[in-house]
């Protein structure tokens, strides 16, 4: 089983301010490809989590382009840019190479 | 547009079985990898089973030998047989629907169910 490590898993922030969240697999997620199974998904409060990033850079449908993924093989971050009220909520990174898939432990961003 | 609406949850006694249902609409349930995701009240995400477009299943450790996924064409609908229930099974169970690439990542979600497991 690959294991997903998030740090931190807290991280209070302020609004305008910068923000970044890494994630550590046990094992590459490059696939032959040359793409990196790696997402990262948000879950703000009583929602259910939607997709963020996917192939660990690339923004989903609808997301704002301050949310950025970067990394390969077994680092990834995720940054946010400018950090706004709404973007409060835990994030998660998953990896989706094999079975079972595993997602890290979730970093909990809320504002100052 | 694509839609997925779980239903099912409730309160169980250990030892017991619950059938979840997710119903899809706006795309094919068995055009796409679809997946279980449950998450225990205060805890992270744990990805449970996926059944794939050819019908191969796969689950977690978990709940292994447990857990059943299927779905019926016919009613554009997975579900999640869960037998022999336990206490730390007590969790929101969500669908989430795997992209047209089949690529890992989950472009649609449910709302969530929650299945409490409890004497």
């Known amino acids: 089983e690959i294991v997903m490590t998030q740090s931190p898993l807290s991280l209070p922030v302020t609004p305008g301010e910068p923000a970044s969240i890494s994630c550590r697999s046990s094992?590459?997620?490059?696939?032959?490809?040359?793409?990196?199974?790696l997402d990262w998904y948000l879950q703000k409060p009583g929602q259910s989590p939607h997709l963020l990033i996917y192939?660990?850079?690339n923004r989903a449908s609808g997301v704002p382009d301050r949310f950025s993924g970067s990394g390969s093989g077994t680092d990834f971050t995720l940054e946010i840019s400018r950090v706004e009220a709404e973007d409060v909520g835990v994030y998660y990174c998953m990896q989706g190479l094999q079975n079972p898939l595993t997602f890290g432990g979730g970093t909990k961003v809320e504002i100052k | 547009e694509v839609q997925l609406v779980e239903s099912g949850g409730g309160l169980v006694q250990p030892g017991g079985s619950l059938r979840l249902s997710c119903a899809a609409s706006g795309f094919t349930v068995s055009t796409n990898y679809m997946n279980w995701v449950r998450q225990a009240p205060g805890k992270g995400l744990e990805w449970v089973s996926v059944i794939y477009t050819n019908g191969d299943t796969y689950y977690g450790e978990s709940v292994k030998d447990r857990f059943t996924i299927s779905r019926d064409n016919s009613k554009n609908t997975l579900y999640l047989q869960m037998n022999s229930l336990r206490a730390e099974d007590t969790a929101v169970y969500y669908c989430a629907r795997d992209s047209d690439d089949s690529s890992g990542k989950f472009d649609y979600w449910g709302q969530g169910t929650l299945v409490t497991v409890s004497s």
């Open positions: 094992q590459s997620l490059l696939r032959s490809d040359g793409y990196n199974s």
């Open positions: 192939f660990a850079s």
